[in-house]
C-alpha cells in the first residue's frame, strides 16, 4: 500500500480549505485587483516544491518521473496525487490549442463566495509553475471558469503566453473562450 504523502519531509503544510479561501476574500476586499498579482506570485513560489513533491510520490509508487509517463497515465497519476494532497480531483484534457484542467471540487473555488470573474489565482500560480516544469517550457494558465464565480466547475486553460494573451484579450472584448481556442460551444 502506497504511504500519503509526508507532509514535513516534503516542506508542505496542511492547510483547510476555508483558510485559502478566506485570505483569498480578505486580499481581494483590502486590496482590489492587485490580490489576482500576489495570489499567483505565492502560488509560483511553491509550484517547484509540488513538482519535486509530486515526482517523489510518483517514484514511491514505482512510476517514473513526470515527463516520462503517458499522456493518460500522467493525467491519471495527478489528479491522484492532487486529490490525495487535499486539492481536489482534476480532469486534463485538450481543447485545439490549449490543455485544459478542470474541477467539479477544487479545494481553491468557492460556491458560496459569489466572485464576479474566475479567482482561483493561487492556483493559476502552481499551475503556471508545475505543467510549465512537465512541458519544459513556461506556460501561461488562465482560469475561464469558476465555482466562486457560479460555474459548476473550476477549469483552467494551459498554453503558450501568446496564445493565453490572446484569448485574455479577446474574452477582454466580449468573446467567449471557446471560440478564440477555437472548440465550439458543445465540444467545450
Same mark, same amino acid.
Given at each position: 500500500? =502506497?504511504?500519503p504523502i509526508d507532509l514535513a519531509s516534503n516542506a508542505l503544510v496542511a492547510l483547510p480549505r476555508e483558510s485559502l479561501q478566506a485570505l483569498r476574500v480578505a486580499l481581494f476586499r483590502d486590496l482590489g485587483t492587485t490580490a489576482a498579482t500576489l495570489l499567483q506570485e505565492a502560488g509560483i513560489a511553491g509550484g517547484p516544491l509540488l513538482y519535486e513533491t509530486f515526482t517523489r510520490w510518483? =517514484?514511491?509508487r514505482g512510476r517514473g518521473a513526470p515527463e516520462t509517463l503517458a499522456a493518460t497515465e500522467f493525467a491519471d497519476r495527478a489528479t491522484e496525487f492532487f486529490r490525495e494532497a487535499g486539492w481536489g480531483s482534476i480532469a486534463i484534457g485538450t481543447l485545439e490549442s490549449v490543455a485544459t484542467i478542470d474541477s467539479g471540487d477544487w479545494a481553491? $473555488?468557492?460556491p458560496t463566495n459569489a466572485m464576479e470573474f474566475p479567482g482561483c489565482y493561487f492556483?493559476? $500560480?502552481i499551475f503556471a509553475d508545475f505543467f510549465g516544469r512537465l512541458a519544459g517550457e513556461a506556460v501561461a494558465v488562465m482560469e475561464v471558469e469558476c465555482r466562486s464565480a457560479g460555474a459548476d466547475r473550476c477549469r483552467f486553460l494551459v498554453g503558450s503566453s501568446e496564445v493565453m494573451q490572446r484569448v485574455y484579450d479577446e474574452m477582454g472584448r466580449g468573446a467567449r473562450y471557446q471560440d478564440v481556442v477555437g472548440v465550439s460551444a458543445t465540444a467545450a
Open positions: 500500500m =502506497a504511504q510518483l =517514484a514511491d481553491e $473555488g468557492d492556483t493559476s $500560480g
